[in-house]
């Protein structure tokens, strides 16, 4: 999932024109996105936005894994994504891809 600070009706349109197949909340008051503790009100290149931010949350809604950008283009390696995914439901024994160790990530003030 996906979620913006936009208005709906923009989000809307780029997400039909892109044929995505995977839900965007929108958030337009800010309000998840300040709770996560990504809001960014005041930046060089940016202002009352979400910094780039990638959180794998489980099942039980434990948040796993988190990555919050410095900036617009900062992304974390695809490798530390599986990794961290491969702990939520780790490869059958013989699997080529051994689970790396990441541990659980204790969610933050929401």
């Known amino acids: 999932m996906v979620i913006v600070g936009q208005r709906g009706a923009k989000v809307a349109k780029y997400h039909e024109a892109h044929g995505f197949d995977f839900p965007i909340l929108v958030d337009p008051d800010r309000s998840v996105i300040k709770r996560y503790g990504v809001y960014h009100a005041l930046g060089l290149t940016a202002f009352n936005i979400a910094r780039p931010a990638i959180f794998i949350i489980d099942r039980e809604q434990l948040i796993r894994f988190r990555y919050i ?25 013989g699997s080529p891809l051994p689970a790396a160790d990441v541990s659980p990530v204790e969610p933050g003030p929401l």
């Open 69 to 93: 950008s410095k900036g617009q283009t900062d992304r974390p390696e695809h490798a530390m994504l599986l990794a961290a995914l491969q702990q939520l439901d780790p490869p059958p024994s």
